[in-house]
């Protein structure tokens, strides 16, 4: 299953996120939206929305850092 991280390098929950994938040995990738104007479209579109951090788990759009929702569809 694949995990992808749309975060910036100064948000909070983006880093909290990105711990807790670390602590639960998950990989991720992770895009960097301040930098990348094409893919801070692609995930506003995904989204709806122009907050960070999002998560896609496979086809799961998950806004925000949503522990619990995160951990079930990992099966954590």
Known sequence: MTVEVYSTPTCMYCNLLKDFLKENGV????????????????????????????????????IGFNQAKISETLGL
Request: proline share 3%; aromatic share 6%; charged share 35%.
């Open 27 to 62: 990989e991720y990738t992770e895009i960097n939206v301040a930098e990348d104007e094409e893919k801070r479209n692609y995930i506003v579109e995904k989204s709806g929305q122009m907050g960070v951090p999002v998560t896609i788990i496979g086809e799961e759009v998950i």
